[in-house]
């Protein structure tokens, strides 16, 4: 028998439990479990009301357990956790069990083997609740220091906005000059400035800080530790090589992008005339008065959209997504050049026009100068040929015309590129940072966590999460920017306490769970003159992976120990009722 | 198929009564159209538009067809002035084709 006082909460969870879960019979059938004191149903557990009965129960009858079974933990856990805390119970002798997500919504056809599975499920929840001990967070003292990994005007700017609020920013860039592509970008909409005039800016506004330090010519070639004080090595590469320590708080990465390459023939690249979106911009800048290609004036334009993105499936490693900055960058180059010659004939072969918000202006302001669009199907792309007298041939099926077959004759056909991932292999082995299906850095949720990734005080912004535009790129090195300080500015950071701990009475270190570990998070130490293994809680991440490789047992899991699991599985394989 | 000249788009503009650059091809001028002139105007302002001169030539019947009747200008949700715009085509007609 128990000497615990565990209380039992079956939630109705509306009807999302209780259409299908008998939950009478399932507390009927636990309220004479070892350890139980207090059984009862409530139509919403999280509800305000049903919460306060529990804190009620909980100092009443003197309760040194919980058990709440309703939805997932992923939706409630920090709920009832917190519920246990204000009650003055330990939060981590809570346990939450999954009726609703793995019992009533998988079993929705079998009311009666749904109640009995309900019930094995929460008896197993008992059982381990049964064998809690009170534990407390890990506390780990953070550095004030952040490291941002790309000084492109996402990096630049996230490393302002660090500085004035306190923190010391080591800012890193690969090449040897600060402002990636935004650098060379001639007039960008909707301030008219150029892309050198907005980056000198932010340069100058670094150079005032004496907390940014910057490196240019650098790579991090090494990472240790973890969220709250990273270990980073910096090799300087000028003039002569060298490597530098850093600790940090906080990584940020900022790395960009790369423009899409167009290979060799794709809508005619190669041929005379045929350039990239980002060559005729630089055309556009250099061009004083009249717009000239090779000697010779530019009177007809033929743009060609979404080249290298929304590409279909059939090709092998297609980029499947809208690169979202090209269509309005189009058409804004196009504004550029009536503004060159107003006599300019423009022609764009679109599949979609995608220019949102206020880029719309953009696209209306063209179209009234006289631009014309035509679109264009996937499965039917134009073709571009040589001509004779040294234009381009092009030729198009007009879906606006029902498909109608149109030739254009042009001086330069400018393919509208996107956005592709930068080849950053090497930081991604550092950092372990996963990359999605396109290539970029995943954040852990696009709207609920979106600069966040799952190396915890890792943070990402601009473009290497995906194509974003400059304002973009910078709302989201404010995010990261707003994210890293919350935890820096605090001074220490609260990690789970569910991680594993090593019985050095046990303990021979034979080194086989150092190996097992995926986090590196197994490290040797001295215990009475003899060598044990030790777990680093800063880096643990509680995934057990290193508790079976113990010949010795000298292993568990805080919360998940042999003896809770074992005890819970019995509980599941017990007669029901 | 037809090649585009930007000649006649020029020709076009110059003469100033013609203007459809708000059209968003969206078909109500089609749809309410008591002649039925499925090509009218949508498909053709697109011709002028492209400047496709051959295919505006050809359709000299459909561009004297219209009634003038506006029903369709009326429901134009991009606001075009598409009795306007045919009245220039039949002026454009009259000089080119016609020769009046
Ligand atoms: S932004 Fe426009 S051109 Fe670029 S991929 Fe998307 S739809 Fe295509
Ligand atoms: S629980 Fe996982 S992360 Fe922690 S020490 Fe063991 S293997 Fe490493
Ligand atoms: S109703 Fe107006 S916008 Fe729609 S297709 Fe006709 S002219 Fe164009
Ligand atoms: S004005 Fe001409 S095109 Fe418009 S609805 Fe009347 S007849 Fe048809």
């Not at chain 1, 935004?182 to 909409?189: D, N, Q, T």
């Not at chain 1, 005619?268 to 979106?277: D, K, S």
Request: aromatic share 8%; with cysteine.
């Amino acid at each position: 028998m128990s000497d615990r006082r565990i209380g039992v909460y079956i939630c109705h969870c509306g009807g999302n439990i209780s259409d299908y879960v008998d939950v009478d019979r399932v507390v009927k059938a636990v309220c004479d479990e070892p350890g139980v004191v207090v059984a009862r149903t409530a139509v919403f557990t999280c509800s305000d009301a049903a919460q306060q009965e529990i804190i009620q129960d909980i100092k009443e009858q003197n309760l040194d357990g919980l058990v709440v079974a309703s939805c997932s933990p992923k939706l409630h856990l920090y709920t009832f956790r917190d519920v246990a805390r204000r009650a003055g119970l330990n939060p981590y002798q809570y346990t939450q069990v999954n009726i609703r997500e793995q019992c009533s919504w998988a079993h929705t056809g079998d009311r009666e083997g749904a109640t009995e599975k309900a019930i094995r499920l929460v008896r197993a929840g008992i059982a381990r609740t049964n064998l809690t001990e009170p534990l407390q967070p890990v506390k780990i003292d953070t550095v004030p220091g952040v490291l941002i990994i790309g000084a492109g005007i996402a990096g630049l700017r996230a490393a302002i906005g660090l500085a004035d609020i306190g923190i010391c920013v080591y800012l890193v860039e690969r090449a040897p000059v600060v402002g990636g592509w935004v650098a060379r970008f001639g007039k960008m909409y909707p301030h008219g400035k150029k892309g050198r005039e907005l980056i000198d800016q932010l340069l100058d506004e670094v150079k005032k800080r004496e907390s940014i330090t910057l490196f240019t010519n650098a790579e991090v070639v090494e990472k240790s530790g973890s969220m709250g004080d990273f270990h980073v090595r910096i090799r300087i590469k000028e003039p002569a090589e060298s490597d530098i320590g850093v600790r940090v708080g906080a990584i940020i990465v900022a790395t960009g992008f790369d423009p899409y390459q167009p290979r060799e023939g794709e809508y005619g690249y190669g041929l005379e005339g045929v350039m990239t979106l980002a060559a005729f911009q630089e055309l556009l800048d250099n061009s004083g008065g009249r717009l000239v290609y090779n000697g010779r004036e530019i009177k007809d334009v033929v743009y060609i959209y979404c080249v290298g993105s929304r590409q279909g499936t059939d090709m092998e490693n297609a980029n499947r997504y809208c690169s979202r900055y090209c269509c309005n960058a189009t058409v804004h180059a196009a504004n550029l050049a009536f503004e060159k010659n107003p006599e300019i004939h423009q022609f764009h072969l679109f599949r979609d026009m995608r220019t949102y918000g206020r880029f719309e202006l953009l696209y209306r302001e063209a179209l009234k100068r006289g631009a014309t669009f035509l679109k264009f199907d996937a499965s039917e792309p134009p073709r571009v040929e040589q001509g004779g007298n040294g234009k381009l041939k092009v030729t198009v099926k007009d879906l606006l015309t029902s498909g109608e077959e149109f030739e254009i004759r042009a001086d330069v056909v400018v393919l509208a590129t996107g956005m592709v991932p930068k080849k950053n292999g090497k930081l991604v082995d550092i950092l372990k940072l996963p990359v999605g299906r396109d290539g970029f850095f995943n954040e852990i949720h696009p709207k609920l966590r979106p600069v966040e990734t799952v190396v915890d005080g890792v943070f990402i912004c601009g473009a290497c999460q995906g194509p974003k535009n400059s304002s973009e790129s910078v709302a989201s090195a404010l995010a990261a920017v707003a994210q890293s300080a919350s935890i820096l500015k605090k001074g220490y950071v609260e990690l789970e306490p569910l991680i594993a701990a090593v019985d050095p009475q046990l303990c021979t270190w034979c080194g086989v769970c150092a190996q097992a570990c995926p986090y590196s998070a197994i490290e040797q130490e001295q215990y009475r003159g003899r060598e044990v293994a030790r777990v680093n809680e800063a880096v643990c991440k509680g995934c057990g992976g290193c508790v079976p490789t113990c010949s010795r047992d000298a292993l568990n899991l805080r919360g998940y120990t042999g003896a809770q699991i074992k005890s819970m599985i019995d509980a599941l394989v017990k007669e029901i009722c | 198929m037809a090649l585009v000249n930007p000649d006649f788009v020029e020709e076009v503009k110059r003469s100033g009564r013609f203007d459809a650059s708000a059209c968003m091809n969206c078909g109500v001028c089609s749809a309410v159209c008591p002649m039925g002139i499925e090509l009218l105007p949508r498909k053709l302002f697109r011709y002028v538009l492209l400047g496709v001169k051959d295919r505006v030539l050809e359709n000299v019947e459909t561009i004297y067809s219209c009634l003038l009747c506006r029903l369709c200008e009326v429901n134009c949700p991009a606001q075009v002035h598409i009795a306007e715009n045919v009245r220039f085509l039949r002026c454009y007609m009259n000089k080119k084709v016609f020769k009046i």
